[in-house]
């Protein structure tokens, strides 16, 4: 821990800092200004040095830990993220820290961010009844407010806002215009807050850091702003097989973030960053089944979705209202599915 303190202090934000990452964005002759975090403190955050992003250091915090932890360790690197900013050691900088290598639940330990998950954020007329034991225990977690296979949105904005230091608020936005106007947002984000942000990604089966963007204006106040590229962090062992991306750390084109539908998978089917809204994957991600958003068939709300068909991002933000509350791309608070 004093180590990555020291390595924390020696790679503070500084015009080096900048000039690195003027250097890395230029792929041509355009005027590119990054916006987002700090991709140095992301190496300790994450153990991912975007400069050798096909491996982690021996005893980091990534990769996942499991095949179903992709939502605990993005929660892990934001929380790494936000100590540093705060000038504080990280409080998970082992893989250990995601939870059980087993991926059961019985085996979680204290001080693991799922045990937190299943002890300490459960939501209000939860915890949802359990189906299954094991790494088939639907809710996966019970922070889940939907019988998700992994950490459903609500799971992993409480989690932030539970587990961040200091009087930081995060909150899950949804987006039902489409991938451009979530993108924007992601951007607008990072521009105001410097923190990285959660985009569930690949229509709701991964979710991945969105640290920076490079774009042709400030996403605050260019209306006109162009988006160029993202800043990706993968937790995705790649061990098990190219995922989304061949990298822990991609600097991914706008228009393949868009767009494309044939990335790296072990798995056939479409793959996409995000081209592809939420979907219910087979009903491993479904829509939420308790809260005031409960959607879809057996709820109170039959006939309408939630997180299927949109796109959702956690993100820092100013609402000092609960975690349990969602937003849309209006900044407004939703009171419904």
């Not at 990054?34 to 491996?55: C, E, H, N, W």
């Not at 806002?161 to 039902?176: K, S």
């Not at 979530?182 to 969105?210: C, D, F, M, W």
Request: glycine share 8%; with cysteine; charged share 20%.
């Amino acid at each position: 821990m004093v180590l990555l303190t020291l390595i924390g202090s020696l790679l503070g934000e500084t015009p080096l800092t900048a000039t690195l990452f003027e250097a890395h964005a230029a792929t041509s002759n355009e005027s590119l200004t990054y916006y987002g975090a700090d991709l140095q403190k992301m190496t300790i955050a994450t153990g991912v040095d975007f400069k050798r992003p096909s491996t982690v250091s021996k005893g980091r915090p990534w990769p996942q830990r499991t095949d179903n932890y992709c939502f605990v360790s993005v929660v892990q690197a934001m929380v790494n993220y936000a100590d540093l900013k705060e000038g504080l050691q990280i409080r998970y900088p082992t893989q250990n820290d995601q939870g059980p290598a087993s991926g059961d639940p019985a085996d979680e330990t204290k001080g693991q961010i799922l045990y937190d998950m299943d002890h300490f954020m459960i939501p209000h007329n939860g915890p949802l009844k359990t189906v299954g034991v094991g790494k088939k225990r639907r809710p996966y977690t019970l922070a889940n407010i939907a019988y998700d296979f992994g950490g459903d949105p609500r799971a992993q904005a409480f989690a932030m806002a539970y587990e961040a230091p200091g009087n930081a608020f995060y909150h899950e936005y949804i987006y039902h215009t489409g991938p451009e106007a979530a993108t924007l947002g992601i951007a607008k984000a990072l521009a105001r807050y410097s923190e990285p942000v959660i985009a569930v990604v690949n229509h709701g089966q991964h979710s991945v850091i969105v640290a920076g963007v490079w774009a042709t204006g400030n996403p605050l106040t260019d209306d006109d702003v162009q988006i160029r590229a993202l800043a990706v962090y993968n937790s995705w062992d790649q061990s098990r097989g190219a995922y989304l991306s061949k990298d822990y750390y991609t600097r991914v084109t706008y228009n393949d973030w868009i767009n494309a539908t044939d990335l790296p998978s072990p798995w056939k089917g479409v793959t996409s960053w995000f081209s592809q809204a939420y979907q219910s994957n087979r009903n491993l991600d479904p829509d939420p089944s308790i809260s005031p958003y409960q959607a879809g068939p057996g709820t109170r709300n039959p006939d309408v979705q939630h997180w299927i068909g949109n796109y959702i991002i956690i993100q820092r933000d100013n609402h000092f209202v609960s975690a349990n509350f969602t937003f849309d791309e209006n900044d407004q608070i939703m009171l419904e599915p």
